[in-house]
C-alpha cells in the first residue's frame, strides 16, 4: 500500500486548505480512510475519517469546519479545511485501515 498526499501550505487564520491523498495497491473502496495530524508538542492525533460507503466522522476540535470526502474512482481521500486556526498547524498525514499505512505527511502552517 502506497499513499501519497498533497495540498498542504501556508495560509493565514481564518483560511482554506484542500488536502489529498492518493492511495494504490490496496482496494481503496473497501476500506475507511483517516486523517490524522502531529506536532512536536501533540503526539499523532485523529482529524477525521470515511467509512467505505462515505459516513463522516470528526474530532470535536474540526467539526464545523473541516470536510473529509472520498472518490472511490480515483482512490483519493480529501480533507477540505475552512476557517482555519493558528492550532490547526501540524503535519497532517493520510491513513488507510486495511492494513494500518501511512502517508508521508504534508505540512500545513496557520498564521495569526
Known amino acids: 500500500v502506497h499513499l501519497v498526499e498533497s495540498g498542504g501550505g501556508s495560509v493565514q487564520a481564518g483560511g482554506s486548505l484542500r488536502l489529498s491523498c492518493v492511495a494504490s495497491g490496496m482496494t481503496f473502496s473497501r476500506y475507511t480512510m483517516g486523517w490524522y495530524r502531529q506536532t512536536p508538542e501533540i503526539e499523532r492525533e485523529f482529524v477525521a475519517e470515511t467509512t467505505s460507503d462515505g459516513t463522516a466522522s470528526y474530532a470535536d476540535s474540526v467539526k464545523g469546519r473541516f470536510t473529509i470526502s472520498r472518490d472511490n474512482a480515483k482512490s483519493t481521500v480529501y480533507l477540505q479545511m475552512n476557517s482555519l486556526k493558528p492550532e490547526d498547524t501540524a503535519v497532517y498525514y493520510c491513513?488507510?485501515?486495511?492494513?494500518?499505512?501511512w502517508g508521508q505527511g504534508t505540512q500545513v502552517s496557520v498564521s495569526s
Open positions: 491513513r488507510e485501515y486495511s492494513l494500518g499505512s
